[in-house]
Nanobody, 126 residues
């Protein structure tokens, strides 16, 4: 089992920045990829970014909508993944979820992830 706890959400004006954190605990040795997803009210949960968790190389993927504005990173020593979000837009108001999975493949697909955090609310005011 892997436990994930997100933090760092809050209220920010359009154009502002936030940094989300996801602390992992438990069997993190069985985790190969960490992802961020978000779900706005009345909408489906969507992929935001993913990063490989283990191995020699670092693989990263972003949704097209956040490329150039969001940065995902990891600190294995702290068992934490971060999502730096810059130039936030009101339409990005959502609950942001951290997730973990085995293997770094199909990282954009929600159904591929085995473990989920409880989510953190991000509200971007116009």
């Amino acid at each position: 089992q892997v436990q994930l706890v997100e933090s760092g959400g809050g209220l920010v004006h359009a154009g502002g920045s936030l940094r989300l954190s996801c602390a992992a605990s438990g069997r993190t040795d069985s985790t190969h990829a960490m992802g961020w997803f978000r779900q706005a009210p009345g909408k489906e949960r969507e992929f935001v970014a993913a990063i490989s968790w283990s191995g020699d190389g670092t693989y990263i993927n972003y949704a097209d909508s956040v490329k150039g504005r969001f940065t995902i990173s990891r600190d294995n020593a702290k068992n934490t993944v971060y999502l730096q979000m810059n130039s936030l837009k009101p339409e990005e108001t959502a609950v942001y979820y951290c997730a973990a999975k085995l293997g770094y493949f199909r990282v954009q697909l929600m159904k591929e992830y085995n473990y989920w955090g409880q989510g953190t609310q991000v509200t971007v005011s116009s």
